[in-house]
Structure formats: C-alpha cells, structure tokens
C-alpha cells in the first residue's frame, strides 16, 4: 500500500480504455487505501431514447473484469473505491453502479456520507447549466439563471423521468444544505464533479469571447459550491468537470482558508492523478500516467 499517499483521486477519464489500463496498473503496483473517482468515468454513448448498451459493454465486459481481476490480484491489498457520476454520465447508469455495490467492488457515493477511519466522505455529480444537452447531473446553481449558451435543465433531454419540480426549481444551494445537514466539517472530504466558481479550478477557455457583443464569463463553477466551502470549510474538496482548467490557470490545486481544493482534470490524452494523505493535504501531489 501507498503509506506516504493513502488516497488516489481521478476524474473525467470518458470511458478512455487506454486510461482506465493506466489506472488499473498503478492501483496493482502501488494501490491506495482508497480510490475516489470523481465523475465523467463512463464512455460517451447516451442517446435521446435512453440506450444504455454502451453501459452494457463497458460494465460487464471491461470495468467490472478489470476490478475483479485487481481484487483477485491484491487481496486484502484492494482499495476502497468511491464512485459518483458527472454531466457526460446518464442516469441509466446507476443500475450498473448497483450492481457493483453488491459485488463489493465499490461504493456510489452521490449525495451520501460514507466513513473511512476519522474521515466523512461527502458525494456530489450535479453541475450549473451547461450548453450540453444531457441534463441528468445539472441543477440551477443559486438561482433559475442560465449563462449565455448554456441550456436551461428543463430544456435539455433527461435518460430517467425528472419531475417539472427539479427541473425548474431544484439548486445546488438547497442540495447542498441538506447533504451536508449539522455535521462537524473537520475531517470532511467532498467529493464534486463541479469546481468552485472564481478559482483556479473553473478557468474555461472562453476568455474574449462574446455573445451579441457581451462578454463570456470563463469562470464556469459553481458559486454554490464556493459559498459552501467558504462557509462550512471541509478539510478538502475534490473537483474535474473543467479539463482545460488546469492548463489555462496554471494551478491544480487552490485554498479557501482551511479547506484545500484539487482537481484531476486533464485535457491531455494521459490519466492525471492527485494523490493526498488527509492529515497533510499540503503535500499532495499530481502525476501523469
């Protein structure tokens, strides 16, 4: 086991084989005490009628092999892996995260609270409106307000039936709170798909950009999820969604006060991983593969 880097974070890898082989490689070489897999990890494939074959494919023939095959391999030795979707990734899917919980092979963990050792771990896929069409993982952020170019949620296409409520009404704001309830935010670790608004981690490549002669914003994260960390202050949170981010800012990783925030995301074609021990997030780093 990884002594010095107990926990691996990876997100927005599509479904990439080349990828989850690089993945599986270093989890059999150095495994982790636990693997968090932040979103976007399915391959692209959802169509208007809801097909799910590509799911099909990729689960019982590739993802759910290739962990059994790692949990045969490092017997005790295997991680604990913890799961939740992003806006690329349709809802259909969840059966076959089910699926893989039964098995034992993982846990999905959105908008749950799951326990390691001293630590709370915190779940969450949805992202603000997008100018992708699937909408299965977008909520409004703070209010019913849209970017320019982006698609209202009730004017997009949804794989599993969504009540006009939460099309129309839901927020990340109001998820937010009541994921996160009362609890004690020392040892929390939050998992998103969305990074904060206004950081280092939500740098679109929108800078001079314009619609009808008005200005893009190219910060693209969520201002609910910033207003969270700055009020609650978790120990860490865990971002992707934003590949060229990383690129464009310079910076990985970025702070707000107490809470130390990481993204994985990577806009090139190689596997990008952040690797942190709770009790120093200050020492964490990022590696290609």
């Known amino acids: ?89 349709a809802k259909t899917a969840e059966p076959f995260l089910h699926t893989g919980e039964e098995q034992g092979l993982f846990t999905y963990i959105n908008n749950r609270k799951y326990n390691i050792g001293p630590y709370s771990f915190f779940g969450y896929s949805f992202v603000p409106p997008t100018p992708f069409m699937l909408k299965d993982w977008e909520r409004y952020d703070v209010s019913r307000y849209a970017d320019p170019l982006c698609i209202h949620p009730a004017d997009g296409r949804h794989s599993v039936p969504v009540s006009e409520y939460e099309k129309n009404h839901a927020t990340i704001q109001d998820d937010l709170s009541t994921l996160a309830g009362k609890e004690v935010m020392d040892h929390a670790i939050f998992l998103f798909h969305t990074p904060p608004y206004m950081t280092h981690l939500d740098l679109a490549d929108l800078a001079g950009k314009t619609v009808d002669h008005v200005p893009l914003d190219p910060h693209v994260g969520s201002i609910a999820v910033k207003r969270f960390i700055e009020e609650r202050q978790p120990l860490i949170t865990l971002h992707g969604h934003i590949h060229e981010s990383p690129q464009l800012s310079g910076h990985w990783r970025d702070r707000i006060k107490r809470t130390h925030m990481f993204s994985a995301a990577h806009n090139g074609s190689e596997l990008a991983v952040v690797m942190f021990t709770p009790d120093h997030p200050e020492d964490a780093c990022r590696m290609l593969f």
Not at 41 to 63: C, K, V
Not at 64 to 73: A, D, M, S
């Open 1 to 89: 086991m990884n002594e010095q880097y107990p926990f691996y974070f990876i997100t927005d890898i599509h479904g990439s084989r080349t990828r989850y082989y690089s993945l599986f490689s270093l989890l059999e070489k150095t495994p982790p005490r636990c693997l968090l897999m932040g979103g976007d990890i399915l391959p692209f494939g959802y169509t208007p009628s809801g097909s799910n074959h590509s799911y099909e494919d990729f689960f019982d023939t590739f993802f759910f092999p290739g962990l059994n095959t790692l949990r045969n391999t490092l017997g005790e030795e295997y991680p604990e892996i913890l799961i939740i979707l992003g806006n690329d990734d």
